[in-house]
């Protein structure tokens, strides 16, 4: 088993999550400034397809990812069939015998 796999057993998975959710609900402004901050830069979220485009106008972290998109910031394709989620196709084909692929990490 590698280290990396292993420390995902080791963990305290509830304390964690209980953690993250407390920091992700937290209304102290500078830190939910920050964490907003950090967020729009490293994911290039732009800010002006929300429906209230000021991240300061949001209480916590958790309402900012939540927020409602302005009306005709995403429409939808016309298509026969369409995944709204923020998102990209980053590879595309058939898996052949025991190859497996990697969506995540």
């Known amino acids: ?3 990396k796999v292993a420390l995902q057993y080791l963990l305290p998975h509830r304390l964690l999550s209980a953690g993250m959710r407390a920091l992700m609900h937290w209304r102290w402004s500078p ?3 920050a964490v907003i901050g950090a967020m729009t830069r490293l994911y290039a ?3 002006a397809e929300a429906a ?3 991240p300061a106008v949001y209480p916590t972290f ?3 990812f939540t927020r409602a998109l302005a ?3 995403r ?4 298509a ?3 995944c709204p989620v923020d998102g990209a196709i980053s590879q595309f084909g058939a898996l052949t015998g025991e190859r497996i692929f990697q969506a995540k990490g």
């Open 80 to 82: 026969d069939l369409v």
């Open 75 to 78: 429409p939808l394709a016309q």
């Open 62 to 64: 958790n309402e900012f």
């Open 31 to 33: 830190w939910k400034n």
């Open 1 to 3: 088993m590698s280290p």
């Open 45 to 47: 979220i732009d800010v």
């Open 71 to 73: 009306p005709g910031a």
């Open 52 to 54: 209230d485009p000021d």
